[in-house]
T-cell receptor
Framework: DSGVTQTPKHLITATGQRVTLRCSPR?????VYWYQQSLDQGLQFLIQ???????AKGNILERFSAQQFPDLHSELNLSSLELGDSALYFC?????????????FGPGTRLTVL | AQTVTQSQPEMSVQEAETVTLSCTYD???????LFWYKQPPSRQMILVIR??????QNATENRFSVNFQKAAKSFSLKISDSQLGDTAMYFC??????????????FGKGTKLSVKP
């Protein structure tokens, strides 16, 4: 158990819908990262937050957005869902936003878009 | 842009034997970090080992060790005394210390390792 929690574990929804994925980082960690794992794209970095502020963006679609709240939990919002958005979404956390920190991953949320 | 390549999509090893997983990467940076993560059937991403590029000594964690060849941009993972619980997908990952990326991981496509009894 990494100490990073993600809810829900599984999510099944229809095309065009909107969903919210939630992540709670390890106690004391200020930085949260979101990754998408799909069969065709592999593991890709989406976005990073540090202490409530956006720090870096990767291959995140405009239909996707995220935020980190004062209690440091983070939410990833996916809207206008398409079949291709079906994937495993991971949240990871680290203590700081420096590049020396090891990232610890949550168990992931499996999203299925029908 | 940095890239990570794992040339072995699948490998298998007998229990108690030793296996080496390959990883190469491309970067123009001098200081960076490399990682191996394990993803068992449960899908959890588990850190196996970490290597700082400025350290010449190869990292080890119990039965896991790396062979870091900086000039060749190679970072292989050796698993000794393989156990059934080592069956998993193994991902090599790169983390920059500089530039626009703030510390996100760049992953290879993975190597699926099967440990056979």
């Amino acid at each position: 158990d990494s100490g990073v929690t993600q809810t829900p574990k599984h999510l099944i929804t229809a095309t065009g819908q909107r969903v919210t994925l939630r992540c709670s980082p390890r106690s004391g960690d200020l930085s949260v990262y979101w990754y998408q794992q799909s069969l065709d794209q592999g593991l890709q970095f989406l976005i990073q937050y540090y202490n409530g502020e956006e720090r870096a963006k990767g291959n995140i679609l405009e239909r996707f957005s995220a935020q980190q709240f004062p209690d440091l939990h983070s939410e990833l919002n996916l809207s206008s869902l398409e079949l291709g958005d079906s994937a495993l979404y991971f949240c990871a956390s680290s203590v700081e936003a420096t590049r020396t920190d090891t990232q610890y991953f949550g168990p992931g949320t499996r999203l299925t878009v029908l | 842009a940095q890239t990570v390549t794992q040339s072995q999509p699948e490998m298998s090893v007998q229990e108690a034997e030793t296996v080496t997983l390959s990883c190469t990467y491309d970067t123009s940076e001098n200081n960076y970090y490399l990682f191996w993560y394990k993803q068992p059937p449960s899908r959890q991403m588990i850190l196996v080992i970490r290597q700082e590029a400025y350290k010449q000594q190869n990292a080890t964690e119990n039965r896991f060790s790396v062979n870091f060849q900086k000039a060749a941009k190679s970072f292989s993972l050796k698993i000794s005394d393989s156990q059934l619980g080592d069956t998993a997908m193994y991902f090599c990952a790169f983390m920059s210390r500089y530039g626009g990326s703030q510390g996100n991981l760049i992953f290879g496509k993975g190597t699926k390792l099967s440990v056979k009894p």
